[in-house]
């Protein structure tokens, strides 16, 4: 089913993934010279498919972190959307990704081995 939807949306002219697969397709596949057209498209579909599966994951993981804290009958705020100029903002350095990285960047001193004991 979301092959199809890759399938649907590389095909539509003002899509931000229609975008990411003709810049893909060039770099991942191989040019056939006798037919001149490019060879193996699925594994871009595959990795556009990928990628939107890892991104309606971290929509639905934040709006349930959003919706536990919510009080009970109060109003939930709206569901989070893509949005092409909050999203993009990382190849200016300014995007702030959904996912918390997991290590932080303490630096942890090991106590010294104890060398005055002899073994």
């Not at 490019?38 to 871009?44: E, I, L, P």
């Not at 959003?66 to 009970?72: D, E, I, K, Y």
Request: with cysteine; glycine share 6%.
């Amino acid at each position: 089913m979301l092959f199809l939807i890759v399938a649907h949306a590389v095909q539509l002219p003002e899509c931000e993934w229609a975008k990411l697969y003709a810049r893909l397709v060039p770099r991942m596949c191989r040019y056939d010279e006798r037919k001149q057209v490019y060879r193996g498209k699925v594994k871009v579909m595959a990795r556009i498919a990928g990628q939107m599966t890892e991104m309606m994951y971290a929509f639905l993981k934040q709006d349930a972190e959003v919706l536990s804290q919510v009080a009970p009958g109060a109003n939930p705020p709206p569901p989070m959307r893509y949005d092409a100029a909050i999203h993009q903002q990382h190849r200016n350095g300014g995007y702030r990704p959904l996912k918390s990285s997991g290590h932080s960047d303490k630096i942890v001193r090991l106590p010294e081995p104890d060398r005055c004991r002899e073994p």
